[in-house]
């Protein structure tokens, strides 16, 4: 069973950038679909981007204009890039296996996630 560790987030101001790694362990990464959810307050968790297991990246909307999602298979990482945020960036950030797509049912436990909070 995997074991997915989201890291990387903090406070921003608004047109700030922030990466986000996710590592896991447990399971080779390499051949799976992985994809980056968020979770804000009050609303329900959602699809923000994935990247399939030879890299065909999918966006949210208009997330592709701001967002990168890459892999590093060699270390079993994952990333999310995220520049000129927006204070409606503001979530929970969380990785997990076996999607690439929004619609899909991902695979592995949730992790804690990391808290992104975007606020001037």
């Known amino acids: 069973q995997a074991q997915l560790v989201e890291s990387g987030g903090g406070f921003v101001q608004p047109g700030g950038s922030l990466r986000l790694p996710c590592a896991a362990s447990?399971?080779?990464?390499?051949?799976?679909?992985m994809a980056w959810y968020r979770q804000a307050p009050g609303k329900q968790r959602e699809f923000v981007a994935g990247?399939?297991?030879?890299?065909?990246?999918n966006y949210k909307g208009s997330l592709r204009d701001r967002f990168t999602i890459s892999r590093d298979n060699a270390n079993n990482r994952m990333y999310l890039q995220m520049n000129n945020l927006k204070p409606e960036d503001t979530a929970v950030y969380f990785c997990?296996?076996?999607?690439?797509?929004?619609?899909?049912?991902?695979?592995?436990?949730w992790g804690q996630g990391t808290q992104v909070t975007v606020s001037s």
């Open positions: 447990g399971r080779r990464l390499s051949m799976y679909d």
């Open positions: 990247i399939g297991s030879r890299g065909t990246t």
């Open positions: 997990n296996v076996g999607c690439s797509i929004e619609k899909c049912r991902p695979i592995a436990p």
